[in-house]
């Protein structure tokens, strides 16, 4: 049992003794560390000031990612290494991603750049090709308001084709083994005046936690939870971390379908969705950034129920199922019947999400999601929609067709589903729909807008429909 948050910090052993459950990561780089080059923007995940890379050790070696310190907890890097912009010289001699941006003139006020050059230098370890679409990707969590982004995109081509080689490269395996070392002092459980961060390993202990703590908060990539905090000004006294439960992080695919366990992050699960339908890779790739969907969980997406969360409608449209557990046993129940309420679910005290089945659609069957939002990144939907159906003697058949953003949950479409049955027309369905929802209007959308564009889709899928026929 490790009672204090161990971790790496740019290759140096490092103890945050006492961390509260409740530091950020940025608060502690910040404040107690006196490490200030990783920014504070916007203190919720949008703006990549924050920037700092992860790794873990696995098969052998090291995986990497950007994240958000912002909306990182200090529980969350135990056991890591964590690399912030002022550990990527070596010496006077800058790193390849820094001397592409002096190079390419790619910062002015400079305020924005320490977050670039983390997400670049994430996509530098992972050996990323410097091809545009991808660099967009890289780049879609980090904003810039004065330098423009072409001399960063030309700086992150530069980097990217300079070799791969940095100060990092001849330490891997020594960095993989002090990780397995602090790995092998057992879980954390770090109690402190303020409260107690604790991360169980196995599906046992989680359950034995959550029953005599039934009022701690689950954590997994603390990237809805986090926001409690920084931005609702919340005390979250003790967290009971999901993200070291092995069995938890499971993606099991077969013929009939896909089980992912609930702390599969969408990084790691995207591959498997895209497999579905590439409307599902492309829903993936606007949800949040890669910051986002290198720490955020199928399972938190559902456990916070929000309107606008954008796994529901695909997940509701596709008849997903979820396996819900506790002390008190095991439950499988069809997600239809696990949203009850506005940000409210069937789930019990002491009771988590274990995983989500997902069947997959028969060879002859159609699936489409749809998501609707300002920006093409890292931007909130302003609705998603997603429908499924078979066809039989070039019938519809069983459709299923679900929205977020157009009620207090994610929602099926229960009329427009009968008229598309009955009527076999999408524009009847689309009439339909106007019985199954009266949206709200927000600062997203208004709700004229949310209907009209919501009935527009099954124009889309119309088209897609018979283009496949
Ligand atoms: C900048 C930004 C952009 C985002 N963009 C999108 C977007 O485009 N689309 C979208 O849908 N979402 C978006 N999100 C929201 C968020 O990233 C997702 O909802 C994510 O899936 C949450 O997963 P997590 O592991 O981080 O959950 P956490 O924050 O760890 O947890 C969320 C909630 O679920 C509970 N919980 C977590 N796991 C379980 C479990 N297994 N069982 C029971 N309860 C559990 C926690 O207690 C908490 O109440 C965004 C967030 C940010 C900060
Ligand atoms: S400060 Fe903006 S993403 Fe963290
Ligand atoms: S260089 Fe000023 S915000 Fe990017």
Not at 161 to 183: N, Q, V, Y
Not at 408 to 416: F, K, N, Q, Y
């Amino acid at each position: 049992m490790s009672n204090s948050v161990r971790f790496l910090l740019n290759g140096l052993t490092e103890v945050a003794a006492a961390a509260p459950p409740d530091l950020t990561v940025l608060q502690w780089l910040r404040t107690h560390r006196r490490l200030t080059g990783t920014k504070e923007g916007c203190a919720e995940g949008d703006c990549g000031a924050c920037t700092i890379v992860l790794a873990d050790a696995c098969d052998g070696g090291l995986h990497w990612r950007a994240a958000n310190a912002c909306i990182l907890m200090m529980g969350q890097i135990h056991g890591k290494l964590m690399v912030t912009v002022e550990g990527l010289a070596d010496g006077a001699l800058l790193h390849p991603v820094q001397t592409a941006m002096v190079e390419r003139h790619a910062s002015q006020c400079g305020f924005c750049t320490p977050g670039f050059v983390m997400s670049l230098f994430a996509a530098f370890r992972q050996g990323a090709a410097p091809e545009t679409e991808a660099i967009h990707d890289t780049l879609a969590g980090n904003l810039c308001r004065c330098t423009g982004y072409r001399p960063i995109v030309d700086a992150a081509r530069d980097a990217l084709s300079s070799g791969g080689i940095d100060r990092f490269t001849p330490m891997e395996s020594a960095i993989a083994a002090a990780l397995h070392a602090i790995d092998s002092a057992g879980p954390l459980d770090c109690v402190t005046p303020q409260g107690r961060f604790t991360a169980p390993r196995t599906k046992a202990d989680l359950v034995r936690e959550l029953e005599t703590n039934p009022d701690a908060r689950l954590i997994c990539g603390g990237t809805d939870l986090a926001l409690d905090v920084t931005k609702r000004h919340q005390r979250l006294p003790h967290l009971i971390s999901l993200a070291s439960v092995r069995e938890l992080r499971r993606i099991e695919v077969s013929n009939s379908g896909i089980i992912a366990g609930a702390t599969a992050t969408y990084a790691d699960l995207s591959p498997h969705l895209a497999t579905l339908d590439p409307s599902f890779a492309i829903l993936l790739r606007r949800l949040g950034s890669q910051q986002i969907r290198s720490m955020g969980a199928i399972g938190g997406n559902l456990a916070n129920a929000s309107p606008i969360g954008d796994m529901p409608p695909a997940l509701l449209a596709l008849g997903a199922f979820v396996r819900l557990e506790s002390a008190a046993g095991v439950r499988e129940l069809e997600l239809d019947d696990f949203f009850v309420g506005y940000r409210r679910t069937v789930l019990q005290k002491g009771e988590f999400i274990e995983s989500v089945r997902i069947p997959k659609p028969a060879r002859s069957a159609m699936f489409r999601v749809d998501k609707i939002s300002r920006r093409f990144d890292q931007d909130i939907s302003a609705l998603c929609g997603a429908i499924a159906f078979s066809m039989q003697d070039g019938l519809i058949r069983a459709p299923r067709i679900a929205f977020g953003g157009m009620a207090a949950t994610p929602m099926r479409a229960r009329h427009a589903e009968a008229a598309l049955l009955e009527t076999q027309s999408f524009e009847r369905a689309a009439d339909a729909l106007a019985q199954d929802f009266q949206p709200l209007s927000d600062f997203r959308a208004s709700a004229g807008y949310r209907l009209h564009t919501a009935q527009s889709l099954f124009e889309r899928w119309r088209l897609i429909a018979a283009e496949a026929r």
